[in-house]
């Protein structure tokens, strides 16, 4: 969780990126990117690393870019 904290980002703003409505896509290295809001509705990205069997290791976290952000409300919003 040493990657998450060092980007100012709690672990749970991390799981509130992944199990809220996040907007999922394909990263780097097989790596699948979580973007999404926390309770406080800060937006976040989150890298997951598959592990196998539906489990997914939380790589790193950190505030989502500005790029991102219009991602996920396009997304939201049909676009």
């Known amino acids: 969780?040493?990657?998450i904290r060092r980007h100012d980002v709690t672990v749970l703003e991390a799981e509130d990126a992944c199990f809220g409505s996040p907007l999922f896509r394909q990263s780097y290295d097989g790596r699948i990117l979580a973007i999404g809001p926390t309770r406080t509705a800060r937006m976040v990205?989150?890298?997951?690393?598959?592990?196998?069997?539906?489990?997914?290791?939380?790589?790193?976290a950190r505030p989502a870019s500005r790029k991102e952000r219009r991602r996920y409300e396009a997304n939201r919003q049909g676009g």
Request: proline share 11%; hydrophobic share 40%; glycine share 16%.
């Open 1 to 3: 969780m040493h990657h």
């Open 45 to 60: 990205a989150v890298a997951l690393d598959p592990e196998g069997g539906g489990v997914f290791y939380p790589v790193t």
